[in-house]
């Protein structure tokens, strides 16, 4: 419970440099609350690995086993429909996917890209911005879901870490 103000203190402190540098345009505060549920997330995988390895050599030794294909099934570097069909389920396993999806969805979704007092372009760019949910398969109608999902990760990832931490405890005192 003491680290959750410490990631809502960071996830703040790098919107407030964000948000203006990158001239964002959805809501700030939602911004900073989809960030902080992705580092909660992030930081329940990194628990996981931190109780079921034997040391901290291993934990990073097999850190990018988890956190490439985060990058890689995100639709951040590769559009979602340009990964193989068959490959393409693994998306679903990761939770930045999740956070990437929460953020596009309050960046471009709705009429975040419309222009005021020019509706012509107004109109291009707010096409332009929902093939750009569309082709990383982003639903609007789903942010609750997203949430959701992530917030089940969170807490399953934690439960369990706790699991291994209790199961190797049995192990070393017996």
């Given at each position: 419970?003491t680290?959750?103000?410490?990631y809502?203190?960071?996830?703040?402190?790098?919107?407030?440099?964000?948000?203006?540098?990158?001239?964002?345009?959805?809501?700030?505060?939602?911004?900073?609350l989809?960030?902080?549920?992705?580092?909660?997330?992030?930081?329940?995988?990194?628990?996981?690995?931190?109780?079921?390895?034997?040391?901290?050599?291993?934990?990073?030794?097999?850190?990018?086993?988890?956190?490439?294909?985060?990058?890689?099934?995100?639709?951040?570097?590769?559009?979602?429909?340009q990964?193989?069909?068959?490959?393409?389920?693994?998306?679903?396993?990761?939770?930045?996917?999740y956070?990437?999806?929460?953020?596009?969805?309050?960046?471009?979704?709705?009429?975040?890209?419309?222009?005021?007092?020019?509706?012509?372009?107004?109109?291009?760019?707010?096409?332009q911005?929902?093939?750009?949910?569309?082709s990383?398969?982003?639903?609007?109608?789903?942010?609750?879901?997203?949430?959701?999902?992530?917030?089940?990760?969170?807490?399953?990832?934690?439960?369990?870490?706790?699991?291994?931490?209790?199961?190797?405890?049995?192990?070393?005192?017996?």
């Amino acid at each position: 419970m003491t680290e959750l103000p410490l990631y809502f203190v960071q996830a703040l402190l790098v919107m407030l440099i964000v948000y203006w540098l990158e001239h964002l345009n959805g809501n700030f505060m939602v911004l900073v609350l989809e960030l902080f549920v992705l580092m909660i997330v992030a930081s329940s995988y990194a628990f996981l690995m931190g109780a079921l390895v034997t040391d901290v050599k291993q934990a990073q030794e097999l850190s990018p086993v988890i956190f490439v294909p985060q990058l890689l099934f995100s639709g951040f570097f590769i559009r979602i429909e340009q990964i193989p069909a068959w490959l393409s389920w693994c998306q679903y396993l990761c939770a930045l996917k999740y956070g990437i999806n929460l953020v596009s969805v309050t960046e471009f979704g709705g009429n975040m890209c419309a222009i005021p007092g020019n509706e012509t372009l107004s109109a291009e760019r707010v096409s332009q911005c929902q093939d750009l949910l569309e082709s990383n398969d982003v639903q609007e109608d789903l942010v609750w879901l997203y949430l959701l999902i992530m917030l089940a990760i969170f807490l399953g990832f934690r439960v369990s870490s706790c699991a291994a931490l209790i199961y190797r405890a049995r192990d070393f005192g017996g």
